[in-house]
């Protein structure tokens, strides 16, 4: 397992976890599998959505002498209504489900209090105004109840909103293929990055629908954050670890939450770390949704490799990032690679291999100018 930093928060967070929603029918043995497994292979981020007491005994059980090794979480708004799953704003509410989650968890604090799925713009001013969600999760923080704030939330610009307003230390929001050509999603991400706001990434298989082979499907907009898509036909054997390997690639993502219903849904996301790097190729899948723009760098490391060393698709991600807003960060990352943009010498290979025609040598020339 690799690890990342969680934007400024100083946690170290697993590159993959795993979402629990998908968990929560199956035996509580199985369960307990499931979240064991995920543990003892470094995963140590769990996301737990659902706030029923059964399911959250059946996690507590499972992470049972782990919880110094877990990042837990909890989201304020997820509730219960005759046995499901409902989104309640009631703070009335809200409090009485953290504090049985604490008592449940055998816990005195977690480490992520997420304002929960924020959609629309009503929603965000309700938990927004005074004496809301946003003013109990920093009561939480200042009381060291939550270590740190996050939200969960589907729009692209909420979440600009929400990550230049400096309330949150963590978004999760859906990043995903499908969202690929999203108009504010690099927007979205060089935002974070900038303001030191730790990006998780949920529906890295956009519901699962990424991975459904020689079907035609659509996408509605909840699962890419973007229009609703018109039903597109997947092209045989999409694999996981390419869309894992897709998203570890953007800007400023801190770790990925598929949701996982079993031992082999596990596994094969696990497998991410020891399959070829034809399991991880995934610049056919860009042209199957033909949500790819010509001439922009997606990150593939097909350029490579370059008789320099240069790190082309990490110099080029920094150029990106700075597109949005230069930060010391940003310099200092460029200032301590080994090679440099004016180390091109122009050679063109890198051009040539390119599936997406990006100009790198001119591309190079102006990070140059921008970085040194």
């Known amino acids: ?42 995963i140590n981020f769990i996301d737990i959505l659902y706030n029923f007491d059964n399911f959250l005994e059946q996690i507590s059980k499972a992470i049972q002498g782990s919880r110094d090794k877990i990042i837990l979480n909890h989201h304020l708004g997820s509730s219960e209504l005759d046995g499901k799953y409902n989104k309640d704003r009631s703070m009335k509410k809200i ?22 799925f924020v959609h629309t713009e009503d929603e965000f001013d309700e938990c927004w105004k005074e004496g809301g969600v946003k003013d109990f999760a920093l009561q939480l923080k200042k009381e060291g109840k939550a270590r740190f704030v ?7 610009d909420l979440a600009i909103k929400v990550a230049e307003s400096g309330d949150v230390d963590v978004i999760m929001i859906q ?17 974070c990055e900038k303001h030191g706001i730790g990006v ?12 459904q082979p020689n079907k035609s499907v659509s996408f509605p907009d909840y699962l890419t954050a973007f229009h609703e898509m018109p039903e597109k036909k997947i092209s045989e054997g999409v694999k996981a670890t390419q869309c894992l390997h897709y998203i570890l690639n953007q800007i400023g993502i801190s770790t990925i939450v598929p949701g996982v219903a079993n031992i082999d849904e596990l596994e094969d996301c696990l497998s991410y770390y020891t399959v070829s790097d034809e399991k991880l190729d995934y610049t056919n899948l860009l042209k199957d949704f033909e949500e790819y723009v010509t001439g922009e760098c997606v990150y593939c490391n097909h350029c490579q490799p370059c008789p320099e060393d240069i790190d082309i698709a990490s110099i080029f991600r920094l150029y990106d990032q700075a597109q949005i807003g230069q930060t010391d960060k940003i310099q200092e990352t460029y200032t301590t690679m080994c090679a440099k943009a004016s180390d091109c010498i122009e050679c063109g290979d890198c051009e040539e291999r390119c599936p997406f025609d990006v100009e790198v040598i001119e591309k190079m020339k102006e990070a140059a100018t921008l970085f040194e």
Do not use: W
């Open 1 to 42: 397992m690799e690890y990342r930093k969680l934007g400024k928060t100083g946690l170290e967070i697993s590159e993959i976890s795993i979402g629990t929603e998908y968990l929560e029918k199956i035996k509580r043995e199985d369960l307990g599998e499931v979240i064991q497994k995920a543990i003892a292979n470094g």
């Open 95 to 116: 409090k009485e489900h953290f504090e049985k989650y604490l008592e449940i968890m055998n816990t005195d604090y977690v480490d992520i209090a997420f304002i929960h």
């Open 150 to 156: 996050g939200l969960s939330i589907h729009r692209m």
């Open 175 to 191: 990043i995903n293929l499908a969202n690929h050509a999203h108009p504010q999603r690099q927007e979205m991400l060089a935002t």
């Open 200 to 211: 998780i990434a949920m529906k890295p298989f956009a519901g699962g629908k990424l991975l």
